[in-house]
């Protein structure tokens, strides 16, 4: 994934607006997602997870790119929440629980992008980013993000969950070059954040499409835990196998990651493999329980013992 395709997308769909900034309308968006939701994996430097020399940890430098990823899909709505909320709503209804952002575009932006949010009696939000063709009817309005916040959620404890149809974006604005979706489930409290993520059909640039599912706990500038799990075709004889990876790691960086292949050609049969790495992300420990040559020492790991998620969820 290419961070900054993410953020091109951001900042085409909320740029150039005749509004003034303004403090109207906070009480619709307190409780919509803030970057809180993001994981905050340490990292020695900016060009870490682009190491190709062998000498970080592959397995620090895999959780790396997925968490860095997994962060861009999240600042996409985060992003145009934030920046199309700088200016006061358009519109609200007579009941003062709906209301509505945009449309916003600048010259040669393909789209006109709108913010939506509805409050409900028992507290719960939806919200949601709905794009059209310039200048096209307002008919032809498509749902891009659509989001909702739980019924008794405040603004330090609070829970959700939202989507985001990168075909219905791509197909309205080519230069998005990602396509499929991608679905968060969150929950955020005073000591941390846990979330799921869902990767439906997912491509970018062409690629083949993949189905992932990602999980992460993170306490606030603390320690966190991811687990990713995936199909894919190792040998090419069309059965997929299923790749689990859990990793852990410390406030500093240090870390863990157990993995495990099993299923399509390889049937009941379990390959595991564990690799530990210290704050400067240098591999301290590998064992696989394939026959491969282990190396290091246990004792180095962050963690001792390996952590398995058997139930690939």
Request: aromatic share 10%.
């Amino acid at each position: 994934m290419n961070t900054r395709t993410i953020a091109s997308i951001a900042a085409v769909a909320a740029l150039s607006t005749a509004c003034t900034p303004g403090g109207a309308g906070a009480e619709f968006t307190e409780l919509l997602p803030d970057d809180r939701l993001y994981v905050n994996m340490p990292v020695d430097a900016s060009n870490a997870k682009d190491a190709e020399d062998g000498v970080w940890s592959d397995y620090y430098l895999l959780t790396a790119r997925v968490t860095d990823d997994v962060n861009a899909m999240i600042a996409l709505p985060l992003i145009l929440v934030d920046v199309i909320t700088q200016y006061p709503p358009s519109e609200i209804n007579d009941e003062q629980n709906h209301a509505v952002w945009g449309p916003y575009s600048d010259a040669l932006d393909p789209v006109e992008t709108v913010l939506h949010i509805e409050r409900h009696d028992d507290g719960a939000h939806e919200w949601y980013f709905v794009q059209k063709p310039k200048n096209a009817d307002d008919a032809e309005y498509t749902d891009v993000i659509r989001g909702t916040v739980d019924a008794g959620s405040t603004r330090d404890v609070h829970s959700g969950t939202f989507a985001i149809a990168f075909d219905a974006m791509h197909e309205l604005d080519p230069n998005v070059g990602l396509e499929g979706i991608f679905v968060s489930e969150y929950a955020v409290d005073e000591d941390g954040v846990s979330a799921t993520a869902l990767f439906s059909e997912f491509s970018e640039g062409g690629s083949e499409a993949i189905d992932a599912l990602y999980a992460y706990d993170q306490i606030h500038d603390g320690e966190g835990a991811m687990d990713l799990g995936w199909l894919a075709d190792l040998d090419g004889n069309g059965d997929d196998e299923t790749h689990i990876v859990r990793s852990r790691w410390t406030y500093v960086g240090a870390g863990r990651s157990d993995a495990y292949l099993t299923g399509g050609s390889l049937g009941d049969v379990v390959f595991t493999e564990s690799e530990c790495w210290d704050e400067n992300f240098d591999p301290v420990y590998n064992e696989n329980n394939w026959g491969g040559e282990g190396s290091g020492d246990v004792a180095n790991c962050a963690y001792a013992d390996a952590e398995y998620n058997e139930s690939g969820e």
